[in-house]
């Protein structure tokens, strides 16, 4: 269940741009859905579109990883948690700290906690199946 199948050649760049295209989209429309809830505050459906963004965005991540070679199970359960931190990176740039740009801190902030997925997938992996094993025995 925790191993990694690497993807060989064209494929392999493939799955790779498709998880990249799948977190950089996710960052744009996390953006979007920010701005939107900004100003419907009063609305019930703003909280509920940043629910449905974040639940697309794990879908898109996970089913990205899948691709890339992640087995199903560490796919959702790295693409949750990268979810969650992504989002909680755009949280924290756009609304708790004073800097000049916060979309290109979040996309930073984003992309820096993406890259290593993709870069050492199986080290990631590796660490998930640890983190899965203390958690779930």
């Known amino acids: ?3 990694f199948q690497a993807r060989e050649g064209p494929l392999g760049w493939l799955a790779a741009a498709a ?14 859905g920010l701005r939107l809830q900004r100003e419907e ?19 898109a991540i996970a089913g ?4 890339v070679g992640f087995p199903w199970a560490p796919a959702l359960f790295v693409g ?7 989002f909680g990176a755009s949280v924290l740039f756009a ?3 004073p800097v000049r740009h916060p979309r290109a801190w979040s996309f930073v902030a984003g992309l820096a906690l993406a890259l290593p997925v993709l870069l050492s997938p199986e080290a990631v992996l590796g660490a998930f199946a640890r983190l899965a094993l203390a958690l779930f025995g």
């Open 19 to 32: 998880y990249l295209g799948a977190v950089v989209g996710f960052l744009f429309v996390q953006e979007a």
């Open 64 to 67: 990205a990883l899948r691709l």
């Open 95 to 97: 609304t708790q700290t």
């Open 1 to 3: 269940m925790w191993t």
């Open 80 to 86: 949750g948690t990268l979810t969650l931190l992504m």
């Open 41 to 59: 505050r009063r609305a019930w459906w703003a909280g509920t579109g940043r629910d449905l963004i974040n639940v697309a965005g794990l879908v």
